[in-house]
T-cell receptor, first 115, second 115 residues
Framework: AQSVAQPEDQVNVAEGNPLTVKCTYSVSGNPYLFWYVQYPNRGLQFLLKYITGDNLVKGSYGFEAEFNKSQTSFHLKKPSALVSDSALYFC?????????????FGTGTRLKVLA | DAGVIQSPRHEVTEMGQEVTLRCKPI?????LFWYRQTMMRGLELLIYFNNNVPIDDSGMPEDRFSAKMPNASFSTLKIQPSEPRDSAVYFCASRKGAGGSQPQHFGDGTRLSIL
């Protein structure tokens, strides 16, 4: 069965410190991996994706993510957190096995950046 | 460019009433997805369309739910009759292309409350 795990419901980090939001996955075949951010009363906004190539992917708002095939992980990172980064973050994976590349979403991680 | 547009943003109605949610995808996108988000169940895929044709409706919870896409620029999700447990945020998303490399783009959702 295909699945995505975001092991932390909430991550707290001080402003200016680096942040990591974790994601691990289990899929058949080569995965396509995505991170989205959701602010209150808004839809999910695309941050970045991994399709193939470099394991370090750069995205919007200074975020990046590291793909690790052996650990089947795709952790979201940012070198210096901002209070405005506080939001709900979702990891999603798709593959040909998920049927027309439907998303399988993680349960979300709430990021709180403290001033 | 205009993103995915959903209406209404908020809907409050009484149990038993018919509810219609609307979505306008991004022009040129050939896939359209309907999701439901709740605290208990997270993000659930209800149904998706390709070129206006429903491909997979296995996520539609009951026969009370129906979705249509009469043309490339409009889709509806209808609940009849509505029940309090249908209260959730409903999102529409669109994507260009069958391959998994393109991200889905989400609207800001309709917050539905059934009294």
């Amino acid at each position: 069965a295909q699945s995505v795990a975001q092991p932390e419901d909430q991550v707290n980090v001080a402003e200016g410190n680096p942040l990591t939001v974790k994601c691990t996955y289990s899929v058949s075949g080569n995965p396509y991996l995505f991170w989205y951010v959701q602010y209150p009363n808004r839809g999910l906004q695309f941050l970045l994706k991994y399709i193939t190539g470099d394991n370090l992917v750069k995205g919007s708002y200074g975020f990046e993510a590291e793909f690790n095939k052996s650990q089947t992980s795709f952790h979201l990172k940012k070198p210096s957190a901002l209070v405005s980064d506080s939001a709900l973050y979702f990891c999603a994976v798709s593959s040909v096995a998920s049927g027309t590349y439907k998303y399988i979403f993680g349960t979300g991680t709430r990021l709180k950046v403290l001033a | 460019d205009a993103g995915v547009i959903q209406s209404p943003r908020h809907e409050v109605t009484e149990m038993g009433q018919e509810v219609t949610l609307r979505c306008k995808p991004i022009s040129g996108h050939d896939y359209l997805f309907w999701y439901r988000q709740t605290m208990m169940r997270g993000l659930e895929l209800l149904i998706y369309f390709n070129n206006n044709v429903p491909i997979d409706d296995s996520g539609m919870p009951e026969d009370r739910f129906s979705a249509k896409m009469p043309n490339a620029s409009f889709s509806t999700l209808k609940i009849q009759p509505s029940e309090p447990r249908d209260s959730a945020v409903y999102f529409c998303a669109s994507r260009k292309g069958a391959g998994g490399s393109q991200p889905q783009h989400f609207g800001d959702g309709t917050r539905l409350s059934i009294l």
